[in-house]
């Protein structure tokens, strides 16, 4: 069984930066997506960005040129770099993985089947 544990989150200024981590435990060896996801109370759930096994991402719009997804050597654990942070990033942030079964990963929350608890970034101006 596939566990997710994120850490990072943290209030901060406009402007700012966070760098938070995802890491997991009993892939096995597998190819595993791995993406970071963000909720705000009443809003759906956003794509905020995906790493494939490979290292090829993929950004949503928002948050390109600021945002950087990475993986390290192991593949155990996932990042997020978060640049130049605006009021509009406070949310809470999830990390979630699915195995890898072609080229690409899904884009979308609803076909990942594991999830972290999530860690919370606020940003204030």
């Known amino acids: 069984q596939v566990r997710l544990v994120e850490s990072g989150g943290d209030s901060v200024q406009v402007g700012g930066s966070l760098r938070l981590s995802c890491t997991a435990s009993?892939?096995?060896?597998?190819?595993?997506?791995m993406g970071w996801f963000r909720q705000r109370p009443g809003k759906d759930r956003e794509t905020v960005a995906i790493s494939t096994q490979a290292g090829s991402t993929m950004y949503a719009d928002s948050v390109k040129g600021r945002f950087t997804i990475s993986r390290d050597g192991m593949q155990t654990t996932l990042y997020l770099q978060m640049t130049n942070l605006k009021p509009d990033d406070t949310s809470t942030y999830y990390c979630?993985?699915?195995?890898?079964?072609?080229?690409?990963?899904?884009?979308?929350?609803?076909?990942?089947?594991?999830w972290g608890q999530g860690t919370r970034v606020s940003v204030s101006s």
């Open positions: 009993g892939l096995v060896g597998r190819r595993y997506c």
């Open positions: 979630a993985g699915q195995p890898q079964t072609g080229i690409g990963c899904p884009t979308v929350g609803y076909r990942y089947t594991d």
